[in-house]
């Protein structure tokens, strides 16, 4: 009889460990959006899920009082070897995840971050910033070469800070890619003060561990706000699309918006696009293009307080588009793959290229900001002026 009770708190032991673990899974930093983009990780996740409500059951049933005692030992034996198997590979999963937990980073590169409080300069162009996005360090498709061309380009071109807007690495668990990128923009960027978004490559898997290691270490969320006097830069947290737009960081958002003065400029930075031309994948079916999460829960508040310019990647392809008073800017060209030619074309869309690596070059004037998107060795592309709102 006590050796049945034993049993039974193992049992409830194991079911809880392997619980706790998928609690812990699910709600890691962009999890759930990989699960909503890619099914592959949907059908690992919900198998999982499937197994652990198995187990719970199985050990429900064992707690039956069957007459036949026999019946009633069996049960509960085949509940614990089930119970067992489901939490050894949930601990297994547990235990690579948190690798990045533990593991020390080399940490002494010579890099500013651009700090949140700056001034503008007096003459025009007021402030004059390089931005890009998807680099992708650690993937073997990426194009070294224009990534590094690109950083050399920014570095010899006298800016006032460089922002990356996200896929830093190509999987965030793997911190080497975070140490690449860091070497490479203190070898090449001549000192430029930096700034870095999280992309959904970065948050993989527990990946958000190793990014806050290397950057913003000091910031309680994945969004943040920069002021130049009058100019202002908003950061959001959007990784695959609006999921990560919680309630706190909508009224965060709401806000920063409310408070600044509708006569001064704003930009908005985020990783995942809202409206961007692009594809369907042909493997999970998924529109990597007009993200309707994005615009309704996010680009229609950035349009109602009349914000003058929305920059992301995420796609890497270069873009300019247009909607209501705002413009949108795509610049997830700074070295991952380059996309195929765009199938869908968004109704937004004022100028589109998706064959050139490169950045986007943002001056800021009185009453105006200029955009030149550059190849990778500063050459022009295309321009354009977006007027204060
Ligand atoms: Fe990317
Ligand atoms: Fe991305």
Known sequence: MKKIKNIQIVNIILILVSTLVLLWLTNLHGFT???RWNPQYNRILLSLWASDLIIITLFLVSLINFK????????????????????LITIALFLVLIIPTFSKVESNYNL?????????????????????SDPHWGSENSNQDARTQ?????????????????DVSEIGSTYSSYDLALKEFENNLNGTPIHVLLGNHDALINGTVFFKKYFQKNQENFYSRIDYDNFHIITLDLLWDAKEFNKKQETWLISQLEEIPQEDMIIVLSHCFG?????????TGKEWYDNKDVIENVDSILEKYNVELVLSGHNHLMEFLKHSNTSYSIIGTMGGLLDRA???????????????????????????LKLTYKDQNGIDLYSTVVKNN
């Open 33 to 35: 959006g990989l699960c």
């Open 68 to 87: 036949n005692k026999k019946n009633k030992k069996l049960l509960k034996w085949i509940s614990l070897i089930t119970s067992s198997l489901v939490s």
């Open 112 to 132: 500013k971050e651009i700090e949140s409080n700056n001034s503008l300069r007096e003459n025009e162009p007021l402030l004059k910033l390089a931005i890009s």
């Open 342 to 368: 765009s199938e869908y074309i968004s109704p937004q869309s004022v100028w589109l290229d998706n064959t050139h690596f490169g950045y986007l070059d943002l001056q800021v004037y009185k009453d105006s």
């Open 275 to 283: 409206y961007c031309s692009g594809y369907k994948d042909p493997e």
């Open 150 to 166: 690109i950083l050399k380009t920014i570095g010899d071109s006298n800016y006032d800070g460089f922002l990356c807007l996200g």
